[in-house]
């Protein structure tokens, strides 16, 4: 079933809710050997069916097939993008062995049936954040991982098509035995326990063999009648077995759709647009009532987001909790320019409080109150960037000179 707005945004609290607030962070070797076991699962089950022509096709089969060469072009693609160094500074849940972003969007994808809606996604994500705060690595790595969780999810479902897809293959098997010969009773009794089916047949099992039998010319009533017997509710739940049969078909045939649309989705995807809107630290910085960090490009943006994560790791403290600092400290300043007129524009700016020296222990003064923030030993070096600039120069001509 797939929710609407408001019963993924209850899905997104119950999620965050249950996510173990303790966030460690782990290799990405684990996440590969995932990923890479169910691409490679898909890519031995379409080898198959291309080797293998069989009456037993399922119409998810066929789109897998009509776009096994666009879901190679993904894998190969994500490979590319992937960075192990990002990855591997992902926070994962320690009750998890897969980093808490994937684990969201796989929870999404199984939410909306593998059908990914951009309006739906940012509703869930916010949701989420509602409770627990995404770093700002983990937003970038989404679109990533999006695909990743879409391609698994793939991968499971075909499982199950595959197991279909295998009792098909047996019942064509054990129907072959009877070429040339008339189907009896005693007949296929004596080919299902040679096969080693047992009684009561599975509904899966039924429902492939009246299929088949139904398409020979020998398939009697006697024997049609015997299978009936067999059915554990009765000759009337036959009708309603194939039935549900056909049902469960279209369903894995909407199913594989809406994955493959959603990871052609994806790479329409504006993520720059996306990110404005789901970042928690970007929305703090767009509340800068100077409007400095509104104005900026993107590359400039990107090296204060860039230092909003060096300082959260160094200080060992929430990176919106330093962008909120930073932002407090501007408006700050703003309200004792009583005569409306700035006099000096960069402590107006969060810039100023994230990447020059005088700024910086500002922000580490204010940010006392929370915690007990590390001691930033570049701090003083960039004070005296050109003299530790030539006194590390001197230093290493003394090295060289005592070598030789």
């Given at each position: 079933m797939i929710l609407n707005k408001e019963q993924l945004s209850e899905e997104a609290h119950k999620s965050a809710l249950s996510h173990d607030p303790f966030i460690c962070r782990k290799s990405s070797n684990y996440f590969?050997?995932?990923?890479?076991?169910?691409?490679?699962?898909?890519?031995?089950?379409?080898?198959?069916?291309?080797?293998?022509?069989?009456?037993?096709?399922?119409?998810?089969?066929?789109?897998?097939?009509?776009?096994?060469?666009?879901?190679?072009?993904?894998?190969?693609?994500?490979?590319?993008e992937s960075s192990k160094k990002l990855l591997n500074k992902l926070p994962h849940l320690s009750n998890e062995n897969q980093s808490r972003v994937f684990t969201i969007c796989q929870n999404y994808i199984n939410h909306t049936d593998g059908n990914l809606n951009i309006d739906s996604f940012i509703t869930y994500v916010r949701?989420?954040?509602?409770?627990?705060?995404?770093?700002?690595?983990?937003?970038?790595?989404i679109p990533l991982l999006m695909r990743c969780a879409l391609i698994c999810h793939l991968s499971k479902i075909m499982k199950t098509i595959k197991e279909r897809?295998?009792?098909?293959?047996?019942?064509?098997?054990?129907?072959?035995?009877?070429?040339?010969?008339?189907?009896t009773p005693e007949g296929m009794k004596q080919a299902l326990e040679d096969s080693g089916q047992e009684m009561p047949l599975s509904g899966s099992m039924i429902v492939h063999l009246i299929k088949h039998l139904r398409e020979r010319a020998d398939y009697t009533t006697t024997v049609s009648e015997w299978l009936m017997c067999k059915l554990e509710n009765g000759p009337d739940s036959l009708d309603q077995i194939l039935s549900y049969e056909y049902q469960v078909q279209a369903y894995y045939q909407l199913t594989t759709g809406n994955i493959i649309?959603?990871?052609?989705?994806?790479?329409?995807?504006?993520?720059?647009?996306?990110?404005?809107?789901?970042?928690?630290?970007?929305?703090?910085?767009?509340?800068?009532?100077?409007?400095?960090?509104?104005?900026?490009?993107?590359?400039?943006?990107?090296?204060?987001?860039?230092?909003?994560?060096?300082?959260?790791?160094?200080?060992?403290?929430?990176e919106n909790l330093i962008a909120s600092k930073a932002v407090e400290l501007t408006d700050h300043?703003?309200?004792?320019?009583?005569?409306?007129?700035?006099?000096?524009?960069?402590?107006?700016?969060?810039?100023?409080?994230?990447?020059?020296?005088?700024?910086?222990k500002t922000l580490r003064q204010a940010l006392k109150i929370c915690g007990k923030p590390r001691i930033m030993p570049e701090t003083g070096l960039l004070k005296r960037i050109t003299g530790t600039y030539f006194n590390t120069l001197a230093i290493f001509f003394l090295v060289t000179i005592c070598c030789f």
């Open positions: 590969w050997r995932f990923f890479e076991s169910d691409y490679d699962y898909l890519r031995s089950f379409v080898n198959e069916l291309r080797e293998k022509c069989s009456s037993c096709s399922q119409p998810s089969e066929e789109w897998l097939l009509d776009n096994a060469e666009f879901l190679e072009e993904q894998a190969v693609d994500i490979k590319n949701s989420y954040q509602d409770v627990s705060v995404l770093k700002i690595a983990e937003i970038w790595a897809h295998d009792t098909c293959k047996t019942v064509e098997k054990l129907l072959a035995k009877f070429d040339g010969d008339k189907i649309g959603s990871l052609r989705k994806i790479s329409r995807w504006d993520w720059q647009e996306v990110f404005s809107q789901i970042s928690i630290v970007e929305q703090t910085f767009c509340k800068e009532n100077f409007e400095f960090y509104s104005h900026l490009d993107y590359s400039s943006c990107n090296i204060i987001r860039t230092r909003v994560e060096i300082l959260a790791r160094r200080m060992n403290l929430p300043y703003l309200m004792e320019k009583t005569d409306d007129r700035v006099e000096d524009s960069r402590l107006a700016s969060v810039a100023y409080y994230l990447l020059e020296p005088e700024g910086m």
